[in-house]
C-alpha cells in the first residue's frame, strides 16, 4: 500500500526565515497532495494543497512543489512567524470518489521569536 | 463553510464501558467520512472509510466488532468503540467530504478518549 516518509520529525527556526518539509509517496498513481497544519489537541487544517497536474502551489507565504519523478513533494513557508509553530501534516491519496488520505509522520515546527 | 462537529470533546470512562462519538456536516452533504486515531506525538491513523447508507471499510487491523461506524444520513457518522479497554485511549478524530462537490476532507475537533 501508499506510504508517506515526513522530514524532518522537528524543525526549528528563527522568526523571519523559511522553513522547508519534505515529504515522498510511494504509490506512483497518487495524484493529490494536501498539507494539513495541526496546533496541540485541535483539529487538522488544510493550509495548502497540489495535485498532479500541477508542479507548484503558492499561497501567501506557503507554498508546495511537487516533483512526480522523484515521487517527493515539499511545503515552504517563508518569513516564519511564531503563530505558524504547529505539527505540520503532508498526506498523499490515489483520487477518485473514496480515496483516502495517507498521512505523514508529521513534522513539530518550532518558530523561535 | 466545510463545518465538522464532533461530539464529544473529552470522555473518561471505566473499563468495559461502551462509548459513542459523533461526526456531523454542518453545512454540507458528506458523502464520504473518515475515522483516525492519533496516538500522543504520532500521525493520524486511519481507521475505517464510510459512505452514507453503505457498511463501513476497515483498514487492515482495526477489529470491525470493536469499532463499530453508522454512517446513517448525509450528515451524521457515528463510531462506537465496545467494551473500552485502557489500550483504547487515543484521540480519535473524524473527517467528512463531499465527493460529488471534490471536495478535500474537513476535520472534526477530536475526541480525547480516556478509559481507566
Known amino acids: 500500500g501508499e506510504n508517506v516518509e515526513q522530514h524532518p520529525s522537528t524543525l526549528s527556526v528563527q522568526e523571519g526565515d523559511s522553513a522547508v518539509i519534505k515529504c515522498t509517496y510511494s504509490?506512483?498513481?497518487?495524484?493529490?497532495f494536501p498539507w494539513y497544519k495541526q496546533e496541540l489537541g485541535k483539529r487538522p487544517q488544510l493550509i495548502i494543497d497540489?495535485?498532479?497536474?500541477?508542479g507548484e502551489k503558492k499561497d501567501q507565504r506557503i507554498a508546495v512543489t511537487l516533483n512526480k519523478t522523484a515521487k517527493h513533494f515539499s511545503l515552504h513557508i517563508t518569513e516564519t512567524q511564531p503563530e505558524d509553530s504547529a505539527v505540520y501534516f503532508c498526506?498523499?491519496?490515489?483520487?477518485?470518489?473514496?480515496?483516502?488520505?495517507?498521512f505523514g509522520t508529521g513534522t513539530l515546527l518550532a518558530v523561535q521569536p | 463553510g466545510a463545518v465538522v462537529s464532533q461530539h464529544p470533546s473529552r470522555v473518561i470512562c471505566k473499563s468495559g464501558t461502551s462509548v459513542k462519538i459523533e461526526c456531523r456536516s454542518l453545512?454540507?452533504?458528506?458523502?464520504?467520512m473518515f475515522w483516525y486515531r492519533q496516538f500522543p506525538k504520532q500521525s493520524l491513523m486511519l481507521m475505517a472509510t464510510?459512505?452514507?447508507?453503505?457498511?463501513?471499510?476497515?483498514e487492515q487491523g482495526v477489529e470491525k466488532d470493536k469499532f463499530l461506524i453508522n454512517h446513517a444520513s448525509l450528515t451524521l457518522s457515528t463510531l462506537t468503540v465496545t467494551s473500552a479497554h485502557p489500550e483504547d485511549s487515543s484521540f480519535y478524530i473524524c473527517?467528512?467530504?463531499?465527493?460529488?462537490?471534490?471536495?478535500?476532507?474537513?476535520f472534526g475537533d477530536g475526541t480525547r478518549l480516556s478509559i481507566l
Open positions: 473527517s467528512a467530504r463531499d465527493d460529488r462537490a471534490g471536495q478535500p476532507q474537513h
Open positions: 504509490d506512483s498513481a497518487s495524484n493529490y
Open positions: 497540489i495535485r498532479s497536474n500541477v
Open positions: 498526506a498523499a491519496s490515489k483520487g477518485g470518489a473514496t480515496n483516502k488520505l495517507i
Open positions: 453545512d454540507f452533504q458528506a458523502t464520504t
Open positions: 464510510s459512505n452514507e447508507g453503505s457498511k463501513a471499510t476497515y
